[in-house]
């Protein structure tokens, strides 16, 4: 299993970003998959789910401005993360599920800041 | 929202020495609870899942345990290679990390 996160980057507040997350060595199309954020020096924070059949669960700190998706033909997991707010500065890892996260990416940071 | 409570935040303990970390529930998940294990600069790894279950690889000194909503992960005897954060997770009903424990060498 490998998972490889891109497209992080410094954005300003209010801003827009989308981190990708590509996938090999399962077969990404029958997993469910996560995203999780770590803001420097702190603890682990989920963020996003999404299933095998692209059903979706958000944490409250970020519905309404996040959006989890997923392309099986590319087998690439994506976030879009609109409305950026400082808090959410953070290293965004991604995961897959097997009975909650198992294998994770290396993470992409992600900084809003202007 | 179910809340979880890990203690303790950070732990010394020698080279070793027996080790537990606890993470309690606001509500009954059964024994949907995961712990993971985050060397510094490196991602989390998942080390026990389905609260018991040792993840293949994970060396056999690491097991979990649980009663009711009281959760533990031991460490039988604690190596220099042992010096992480570690996280619990609920997956009972979304999911919901511990706050972490910082353990280090005494």
């Known amino acids: 299993v490998q998972l490889v996160e891109s497209g992080g980057g410094l954005v300003q507040p209010g801003k827009s970003l989308k981190v990708s997350c590509s996938a090999s060595?399962?077969?990404?199309?029958?997993?469910?998959m996560h995203w999780i954020r770590q803001a420097p020096g702190k603890g682990l924070d989920w963020v996003a789910y999404i299933s095998s059949s692209s059903g979706t669960v958000y944490a409250d700190a970020v519905k309404g401005r996040f959006t989890i998706s997923r392309d099986n033909g590319k087998n690439t997991l994506y976030l879009q993360l609109n409305s950026l707010k400082s808090e959410d500065t953070a290293i965004y890892y991604c995961a897959s599920d097997y009975g909650g996260p198992d294998y994770w990416g290396q993470g992409v940071m992600v900084t809003v800041s202007s | 929202d179910i809340q979880v409570t890990q203690s303790p935040s950070s732990l010394l303990a020698s080279l070793g020495e027996r080790v537990t970390i606890t993470c309690q529930t606001s509500?009954?998940?059964?024994?949907?609870l995961n712990w993971y294990q985050q060397k510094p600069g490196q991602a989390p790894m998942l080390l026990i899942y389905y609260a018991t279950s040792l993840q293949t690889g994970m060396p056999s000194r690491f097991s979990g345990q649980y009663s009711g909503r009281s959760f533990t992960l031991t460490i039988t005897s604690l190596e220099p290679e042992d010096i992480a954060n570690y996280f619990c997770?609920?997956?009972?009903?979304?999911?919901?990390f511990g706050s972490g424990t910082k353990l280090e060498i005494k």
């Open positions: 060595g399962f077969t990404f199309s029958s997993y469910g």
């Open positions: 997770l609920q997956h009972y009903s979304a999911f919901t």
């Open positions: 509500q009954s998940i059964t024994n949907n």
